[in-house]
């Protein structure tokens, strides 16, 4: 689907649902809600995800249109512990080669090196319906070398983070600022870039959110959310980066209670990738949000996010400790395929009709599975 195909349904849905409700009260459940941020690790971009968000759907009738921005640092050298793969060999080019192991077997299940700052910027749309909301969204997507990389190891020496280590990515052997994008397993490329990508229109996603209850003192209030990626017919070149080429389904069960001035948000869900191309298939998010309100229209928010890999399960999953310095590279990689999680700090602004969100993400984990940094913000309309 292209982009004018997009604005045409957009309208389509406009008109038909125009004025077909009254609104409905906002649930005392309802605060601002949380930040409504996707995964942005290079490898989930192509595919559907299902961001946190609030339990409580749109008043009947009333229209949102947003834009977002997520700037996202990735870095991860599965090769940086035995110094295999630096500056040096990314000057040459990196082939199969560089990811064996000491002996020079290929090695089982998965190895990463990416260097990437992604841009995702992304349209959408937002209409209440009934005890119901819809919406249409529309990414784009660029990967480059970015500006990050040495603000980011400045801050891992102001912390006692050494970048020749394993906590700072390996990131003291790579040159700063400079893209590169390779995923291996079993010893062959699944994916292998250095072009950077300038903004390629990811694939639409229609969205469906039901509001089964507004809660009340005792209860909190719970909705469901439904969500369908369409799979793009055009992924030629660097577009494979940024379209998966399959239709994704998803699911996301959502809660929100309020507690005097504060706010807890909590989801569940689960997505099923339609063309995952040697990844995993399945993919589980969960979310756990704070808001505090210092008034009706400004809100600080404290969440965290996790979810499955998207790499699955391989003979690499025999872990075992403190292998960074040595031993089977499959065990040193075996935490690709553990749950990711990144704790987000922010705040949600309403003045009029206008809508600012801002925040920060971090990953704490540090697998190899998940972004690094990310600064986000929303800008929207709503009448």
Do not use: C
């Amino acid at each position: 689907m292209n982009l004018r195909t997009f604005f045409i349904i957009l309208g389509i849905l406009s008109g038909l649902v125009g004025a077909a409700f009254s609104a409905l009260a906002q649930s005392k459940n309802a605060g601002l809600g949380p930040l409504e941020l996707r995964s942005q690790y290079p490898l989930t971009q192509p595919f559907l995800s299902m961001p946190p968000e609030s339990a409580a759907p749109l008043p009947s009738g009333v229209v949102q249109y947003s834009y977002s921005l997520a700037v996202a640092n990735t870095f991860v050298n599965t090769q940086g512990s035995t110094g295999q793969i630096t500056q040096s060999t990314v000057d040459r080019g990196l082939t199969t080669d560089d990811f064996q192991d000491l002996q020079g077997n290929d090695v089982p299940g998965f190895g990463l090196y990416l260097d990437v700052e992604s841009q995702r910027h992304t349209l959408q749309w937002k209409r209440g319906l009934g005890s119901s909301e819809i919406s249409l969204e529309m990414p784009f997507v660029s990967y480059s070398g970015g500006f990050m990389d040495s603000n980011i190891e400045a801050v891992h020496e102001l912390i006692g983070i050494s970048n020749s280590s394993n906590s700072g990515a390996f990131r003291a052997y790579s040159a700063r600022d400079r893209y590169a994008h390779y995923v291996i397993r079993d010893g062959s490329f699944l994916q292998a870039n250095e072009e950077p990508v300038n903004l390629v229109s990811g694939e639409p996603v229609f969205g469906w959110k039901w509001g089964l209850t507004e809660g009340g003192d005792i209860l909190p209030a719970i909705s469901l959310k439904l969500a369908y990626k369409f799979a793009g017919t055009e992924r030629s070149g660097n577009q494979a980066l940024v379209r998966s080429g399959g239709a994704d389904w998803g699911h996301m069960l959502l809660l929100a209670k309020r507690f005097d001035g504060w706010y807890v948000y909590l989801g569940d869900g689960l997505t099923r990738l339609g063309n995952p191309e040697g990844l995993e298939p399945m993919q589980q998010h969960r979310f756990m949000a704070m808001e505090y309100r210092f008034s009706d229209t400004y809100s600080f928010l404290f969440q965290q996010m996790s979810q499955s890999s998207i790499f699955p399960d391989t003979s690499a999953n025999l872990y075992v400790p403190d292998t960074w310095g040595g031993g089977r590279q499959e065990q040193r990689n075996a935490s690709l395929s553990v749950p990711s999680s990144v704790i987000m700090i922010g705040q949600k602004l309403v003045w009029g009709k206008l809508i600012w969100d801002a925040a920060i993400v971090q990953d704490y984990s540090n697998f190899g599975n998940e972004v690094d940094f990310v600064v986000y913000t929303k800008l929207g309309l709503q009448w």
